[in-house]
Nanobody, 120 residues
Framework: QVQVVESGGGLVQAGGSLRLSCTAS????????MSWFRETPGKEREAVSC????????YIADSVKGRFILSRDSAKNRVYLQMNNLKPEDTAMYYC?????????????WGQGTQVTVSS
């Protein structure tokens, strides 16, 4: 059973930074793509950033480009989402996904989510 656990969310003022972590266990890390999605009430879950198991390609949403950075530590089976210059519109529940499907909401395992709240 694949297990995905996120951490690092919280409350921050606009312009601040947070780093989210996602650890995947009980799965073959190589061959598994890792992604971050976010969701707000009334909206569909959207992809924020995704990384192919090989390291390339990496997807970053236009709305966060230049502010968010996705990185991967294969030795720890972990990915990080460094979020800088946060804006109130970044407020959402952030979910990590792992699986053989790249940057998609289907066919992947999800973590429980971590809340990010950005105050103006």
């Amino acid at each position: 059973q694949v297990q995905v656990v996120e951490s690092g969310g919280g409350l921050v003022q606009a312009g601040g930074s947070l780093r989210l972590s996602c650890t995947a266990s009980k799965m073959p890390f190589n061959g598994y793509h890792m992604s971050w999605f976010r969701e707000t009430p009334g909206k569909e879950r959207e992809a924020v950033s995704c990384i192919h198991w090989s390291g390339q390609p990496t997807y970053i949403a236009d709305s966060v480009k230049g502010r968010f950075i996705l990185s991967r530590d294969s030795a720890k089976n972990r990915v990080y989402l460094q979020m800088n210059n946060l804006k109130p519109e970044d407020t959402a529940m952030y979910y990590c996904a792992a699986g053989y499907e790249y940057c998609t909401t289907t066919g992947v395992s999800w973590g429980q989510g971590t809340q990010v709240t950005v105050s103006s």
